[in-house]
């Protein structure tokens, strides 16, 4: 008689992120979807429908413990207050045990850039307005973006970065953050914005692997914004196809 294979499940951290806002501010920010859109996500017409997918008609929330949890996955947001003025956002997976460090998982990847977007929103433009860029898709040759924008080398979070490649050469700001799959800097000529980078490794679907981008801006005029959107396509288009994220 062959056995059942072992299924025990344990709690894996996402991502963890200290947000300098009090808990019931960052809760918030989770559960209101005018709010929601500040950090997740990016500028799309399909932006206000998916909000309302995932945090409203396929969530679970729990007030007094401060977690939501996401119907049909099991990956939960947990805010824990660490003082009057910070808190803790954690997204944590209840998953068969294993090590996860080698593992490219999309959705896991949009957590960690999602959490760190909403710690970016209130720690340096809470209540302002956002206006995003996106670009997804496989290179046209074997550097994914990290490469190609000189991103690969980014120093420690919290030091200064310059950008010594890509279509803002020169550009300047801080280290964000750095996972193993991705990188976010800000970028001051952007209005202090945030520019996050995700390179998946190649798949046999993807031999030379795929990047998202997520450009951020604050109080770009509409001129400033569409200059910005023509340098980065162009510098895309020449090194990416365009291919929607999780699609072919």
Request: with cysteine.
């Amino acid at each position: 008689m062959t056995e059942a294979p072992d299924q025990t499940r344990e709690d894996h951290v996402l991502v963890e992120v200290t947000v300098p806002a009090p808990a019931h501010a960052v809760w918030a920010a989770l559960r209101d979807p005018q709010k929601i859109k500040d950090w997740f996500g990016w500028d799309a017409d399909t932006l206000k429908d998916e909000i309302d997918f995932i945090f409203v008609t396929h969530a679970e929330a729990d007030e007094a413990r401060r977690t939501v949890t996401f119907v049909g996955v099991n990956d939960r947001y947990e805010v824990e207050a660490t003082g009057a003025t910070t808190s803790l956002v954690r997204v944590v997976r209840s998953a068969p045990a294993g090590d996860w460090s080698d593992v490219f998982d999309g959705m896991i990847e949009g957590w960690i850039s999602f959490t760190w977007q909403l710690a970016f929103a209130f720690a340096r433009h809470p209540g302002q307005t956002r206006r995003t860029l996106f670009f997804s898709g496989p290179p046209r040759a074997d550097r994914l973006a990290r490469s190609l924008l000189g991103l690969d080398a980014a120093p420690a979070p919290g030091e200064r970065w310059a950008m010594p490649l890509g279509p803002d050469d020169g550009a300047s700001g801080e280290v964000w953050f750095l996972a193993r799959h991705q990188t976010g800097v800000t970028v001051d000529a952007w209005g202090d914005g945030l520019l996050v980078v995700v390179d998946q490794p190649p798949t046999g679907k993807n031999p030379r692997g795929t990047t998202m981008m997520t450009l951020t801006t604050y109080g770009l005029g509409e001129a400033a914004l569409a200059e910005l959107q023509t340098r980065w396509q162009g510098w895309w288009d020449e090194r990416f196809e365009t291919v929607a994220p999780g699609c072919d």
